[in-house]
């Protein structure tokens, strides 16, 4: 579950949004560039079953 990413260039931490900011993100991630900051692979932000906002790696083909 990676808690880091990159937003458009720029290095971004899943914990640090507030919930408003996180489903913003949500809602606007498909038009921006969102990759994980382990692989450089799309990513999708997410909330768990427990509340925690972090990055998943987007599916392949």
Known sequence: M????????EQT???AY??????ALKASYKSRSLVTACCGERA???????????FAHARRG
Not at 18 to 23: D, G, I, K, L, N
Not at 44 to 54: A, C, D, E, L, Y
């Open 44 to 54: 999708i932000p997410k909330v768990s079953k427990r509340g925690t906002q972090f």
């Open 2 to 9: 990676p808690l880091r990413a990159v937003l458009d260039g």
């Open 13 to 15: 931490e899943s914990f």
């Open 18 to 23: 507030v919930p408003e900011r996180w489903a």
